[in-house]
């Protein structure tokens, strides 16, 4: 994974996730025609939902890098897979089910081999999308969204996510069209 900054390592991924946030209100939202902050409950509620996009709550999901075993584990094709963790999940159930999730995706990464020599590859793919959180949950409930493991985070102890639920962009509403001129989330760490 050249040019990925350990993911394991929260603290890093919490300031970047700031910044991206940021990078989003300011030049992504605008060319989507929505008008977005960030949330001011986050001043006394870290866990409050990132951002208003048009005066509702939003959770802003930034990923830059495939989940290459997607398809070989769970049948969603490696280019559409983006990852829910399941804290994010139960939290949203029992204090924000009425919230929107944004998708902000840009591969960076298109390739990944693996240490039996196996190599994964995936057509690059950038864009916004966006689905509420009651059509993730059903999914989620009816088990049509599969949960996975992250083994290295087994015994973790720095607050990571333990676990993620396998969901598929090609369900969610695209927001960016055709002519979307790709900006990767990464731009702004």
Request: glycine share 6%; hydrophobic share 40%; proline share 6%.
């Amino acid at each position: 994974m050249d040019g990925v900054h350990d993911p394991q390592d929260k603290g890093w991924w919490l300031e970047a996730g700031l910044r991206r946030e940021l990078g989003f209100v300011e030049r992504v939202a605008p060319r989507l025609g929505l008008t977005a902050v960030i949330n001011p409950a986050i001043a006394r509620d870290p866990y409050a939902p990132d951002l208003m996009v048009d005066g509702l709550a939003v959770d802003l999901k930034c990923q830059t890098t495939p989940f290459f075993r997607a398809e070989s584990f769970y049948n969603v094709p490696v280019r559409t897979a983006v990852t829910f963790n399941r804290v994010d999940y139960e939290r949203y159930r029992k204090e924000h089910p009425a919230i929107d999730l944004i998708w902000w995706v840009h591969w960076d990464q298109l390739a990944m081999r693996f240490r039996d020599g196996t190599v994964v590859r995936t057509p690059p793919l950038s864009g916004v999308w966006r689905v509420s959180f009651d059509a993730v949950a059903q999914n989620i409930d009816h088990g049509r969204y599969r949960l996975h493991e992250y083994i290295h985070r087994r015994n973790d102890i720095r607050g990571n996510a333990r676990d993620s639920f396998v969901l598929d962009l090609r369900e969610f509403d695209r927001l960016s069209g055709d002519d979307w001129e790709p900006i990767s989330p990464s731009a702004f760490d």
